[in-house]
């Protein structure tokens, strides 16, 4: 079959249309944020960029909606990424990856907007959110903080301590903790004085020490205060609040069948 010029063109602007109306089906919702079927299909995209061949479009469509979780309770929560943090955090992913391969299978298989939207904002999103829910004394860290506060002003007493989370290291004692609290103090410059009363933390515990000087070092006594944990006291409770509803049929009943029993059963709809 011959087609004249103009039928040609007009095939071509048909199937455009086909092809455009394809990529932007609208497949789900999520806090009022409409989610594309292209969308869907640069996930998969990427995970195949990361060996995950056989990866369904229901397991994509769960993995998309973390990341856009991870953004909106960013968001949530004060922390709004702008295009120069997300290039910021471009050029680090590119400077410290260990799979450059992966890099640019993801760079070769999607779009810019695809790759940062998708890939690089969600990532930092989750970390930035995660580093302010453990670092925040004010909101999510309060009650905790206040307990190693508390604890400081028992170091102060003189009255005798048993607690399961008390400390008492002598100069050199090999602990990662006293380590850890010694290197941190010595940073800060000379020890003046013959004590110090302070909190120190790491990314998990609080640490509210007594530190004083010794011929040999230092004697280091103190305690451990736990921080709340970013996934069971804030994160999994986030998600409860969360509804996402699905529109596409197929695509629902295949979600159906993999969530049951676990977090998701309660958040998509």
């Not at 789900?28 to 998969?44: A, T, V």
């Not at 949530?76 to 400077?95: A, H, N, T, W």
């Not at 007493?157 to 050199?172: A, M, Q, R, T």
């Amino acid at each position: 079959m011959h087609l004249k010029k103009g039928n040609f063109k007009y095939l071509l602007f048909l199937s455009f249309i086909i092809y455009s109306c394809q990529k932007e089906e609208v497949i789900g919702e999520i806090e009022g944020r409409k989610i594309f079927r292209g969308e869907l299909e640069d996930i998969m995209k990427i995970e195949f960029a990361y060996g995950n061949y056989g990866i369904k479009e229901e397991e994509a469509f769960l993995i998309l909606v973390q990341k856009l979780i991870d953004v909106i309770l960013a968001e949530k929560y004060g922390v709004v990424l702008s295009k120069e943090d997300i290039l910021k955090e471009e050029v680090r992913i590119f400077k410290n990856t260990k799979e450059p391969s992966i890099l640019s299978k993801i760079y070769e298989s999607v779009s810019e907007k695809a790759r940062r939207e998708l890939f690089i904002k969600p990532l930092l999103a989750r970390r930035i959110l995660e580093e302010t829910f453990l670092r925040d004394t004010l909101l999510f860290q309060r009650e905790n903080y206040l307990k190693a506060k508390e604890y400081l002003k028992k170091l102060k007493s003189s009255k005798e301590i048993k607690d399961s989370n008390y400390f008492n290291f002598l100069p050199g004692v090999k602990s990662v903790i006293y380590e850890y609290i010694s290197s941190k103090f010595l940073k800060k410059g000379e020890f003046k004085g013959e004590k110090k009363y302070v909190i120190f933390e790491d990314k998990f515990t609080y640490y509210p020490a007594e530190i004083k000087r010794v011929e040999k070092g230092f004697l280091i006594r103190g305690f451990y205060v736990n921080k709340k944990d970013f996934y069971k006291d804030f994160y999994f409770k986030e998600l409860e609040k969360i509804k996402v509803l699905v529109y596409n049929k197929i695509l629902k009943s295949k979600i159906f069948n993999i969530i049951n029993k676990t977090l998701w059963e309660g958040v998509i709809k």
